[in-house]
């Protein structure tokens, strides 16, 4: 079973002079599997993925990629993976083609050897080959970095918010990319902000303030919603926001969406009560609608309860 | 009944032969929370720095707080707010500091700094952590700050760019709530975010694509109109036609 896992990660501590960034974090990702760690700024995520890629060591805790303990046999490790740091640090003045064979060449092979695993990713930026980096649009840098990424031809990928900032045309072009990737063998890991990228991982981490705040499948953790969730439509946000802070039993309020979702313990608020209460307060325009929790109610809950306790 | 605070008509900035805002217009009514939504790269920044008088246009007209774009940008610098992601606040000044200095650059009397910025500390609850500084405090809270002192000088309209990037998602909606209270308040929110829900938030939205607003409409009806159950499928739609 051991040697299904492409990575496991145990008990992970990371401190940086005041903060503890990574605080006993334990993880397992499979082979072949596109895993997400999601999280806001601060969460811990870059921490974890500049460890897991062999570029920092931790204070301690275990991590082992492809069977090989990262801290140190890094050598060998680096040889089979590909990172995508952050923030975009390949050469501006070297030209697409020339960042390419850079990277080809760091790592002995060259872009030919390799073209046809790159080929669907490069051939977008083909026509562009000549020109330098620094002058390349925002997709086009993301589509040039996972290309160099990719060039040594990796068992497995460590990409760290590669869509941030990025707007959601280029961003679900980037993950139909991955989604291309994960078909032919690729091990994933991917880091992101954006709640809603979620549903496109076979399993996410939830992360907030250096700890894991969950482990599943998008579905499992949606189904595991431990609250009672309502919904009210309404063109009155801010008094209908106002007006819910003050019920009894509605222990979050907050604006989702096009809606806001009142969250309560279970048995605790009815569809019923809920009406009864809004007409008593002379709310008018607004319907209570069906909604099922999705990734971000649970992240908001799962914070919640880690503040609460 | 309506007054309009932004009115901006085939509005142009062209850098050389390239055209990054290409003849927009719109209208923005005063308390409503706009979407200004696009791609990267459409012409966003261009525009907003447009109307906050920063960059001047090459053709085209706008009035912005009832002011001309092309001749009056020092009124119009006064008359708003402004606050990103990326330029807010000084790390290395205290809460009190900052309160003070942006204070003092808008203009504010010494009297009417210290009561506002008493009101608005107590307001976000960190009366013990006034002192300290604003590098020491959580993005979150900075973030708050950075849009609390934005509105400091009772601005008649609020420019937000990305305001809530990398934010959690408690403190993010935190944000929205500080954005309804201010636009409940009469201040006018001209927002861009890559969050598709917040679209959803906003009153009304427009979204540009190669320098052109492309979509225009209420989050419900640009949903009605491409047939969708969600502005992020808009935006793809409008995006990649």
């Known amino acids: 079973m051991e040697n299904q896992n492409a990575v496991i990660v145990k008990n992970l501590v990371k401190t940086y002079a005041h903060v503890e960034a990574l605080k006993e974090i334990s993880l397992n990702v499979k082979k072949g599997e596109l895993f997400g760690v999601i999280g806001p700024d601060g969460a811990g995520k870059t921490s974890l993925f500049r460890i897991m890629s062999s570029l920092l060591l931790p204070d301690s805790g275990e ?64 026509p562009f080959r000549k020109r330098r980096a620094g002058a390349l649009s925002g997709g086009m840098k993301q589509k040039l970095a996972l290309c160099c990424a990719l060039v040594h031809s990796p068992e497995i990928l460590f990409l760290d918010e590669p869509t941030t900032g990025v707007d959601a045309v280029s961003r679900s072009e980037f993950w139909e990319i991955l989604q291309m990737l994960k078909k032919r063998g690729m091990t994933i890991l991917v880091s992101t902000p954006y709640m809603d990228e979620a549903s496109l991982c076979d399993r996410v981490a939830l992360m907030q303030d250096g700890r894991i705040l969950s482990v599943d499948t998008p579905a499992k953790i949606t189904d595991a919603y431990a609250y009672s969730l309502l919904a009210i439509k309404t063109n009155e946000k801010y008094n209908m926001l106002s007006s819910l802070r003050m019920l009894e039993h509605a222990t979050l309020v907050y604006p989702f969406g096009e809606n806001i979702h009142v969250v309560s313990d279970k048995g605790k608020l009815t569809n019923e009560e809920l009406t009864k209460y809004l007409n008593d307060q002379g709310m008018e325009n607004w319907e209570i609608v069906e909604v099922a929790p999705d990734i971000e109610d649970c992240f908001i809950a799962l914070m919640n309860q880690h503040v609460a306790a | 009944m309506s007054n309009s605070i932004i009115e901006v008509e085939n509005l142009t900035k062209r850098f050389g032969t390239f055209k990054a805002v290409d003849s927009i217009s719109l209208e923005v009514k005063q308390g409503e929370i706009f979407g200004f939504l696009g791609a990267n790269g459409a012409g966003k920044t261009t525009a907003m720095k447009m109307l906050s008088g920063l960059l001047s246009p090459t053709s085209g007209k706008a009035m912005v707080a009832g002011f001309d774009v092309f001749k009056q940008q020092n009124q119009i610098k006064k008359s708003i707010g402004y606050m990103s992601q990326r330029f807010s606040l000084y790390d290395d000044l205290t809460i009190k500091e900052n309160i003070r200095f942006y204070g003092g650059i808008y203009g504010l009397k010494r009297k009417q700094w210290k009561e506002k910025g008493e009101r608005l500390i107590k307001r976000l609850g960190l009366d013990e952590v006034e002192g300290k500084l604003l590098k020491d405090l959580p993005l979150g809270w900075k973030q708050k700050l950075a849009f609390s002192i934005a509105i400091l000088h009772d601005p008649k309209i609020v420019f937000l760019d990305e305001p809530t990037g990398g934010v959690d998602p408690i403190t993010r909606r935190q944000f929205w709530e500080m954005i309804y209270e201010a636009a409940h308040d009469g201040i006018t929110v001209f927002v861009t975010t890559h969050y598709m829900d917040e679209a959803e938030y906003c009153d009304r939205i427009s979204m540009m694509v190669d320098g052109r607003v492309e979509a225009y409409d209420t989050p419900e009806g640009l949903k009605k109109k491409y047939g969708v159950k969600t502005m992020n499928e808009v935006f793809i739609k409008v995006a990649r036609p």
């Open chain 1, 63 to 126: 991590v082992n990629v492809l069977g090989i303990d990262v801290t140190r046999d890094y050598a060998s490790v680096r040889k089979k993976m590909g990172y995508m740091p952050g923030r975009f640090s390949l050469y501006q003045d070297l030209s697409i083609e020339e960042n390419i064979n850079l990277f080809a060449s760091i790592y002995d092979t060259t872009l030919e050897e390799n073209y046809e695993n790159i080929r669907y990713i490069y051939s977008q930026i083909e």
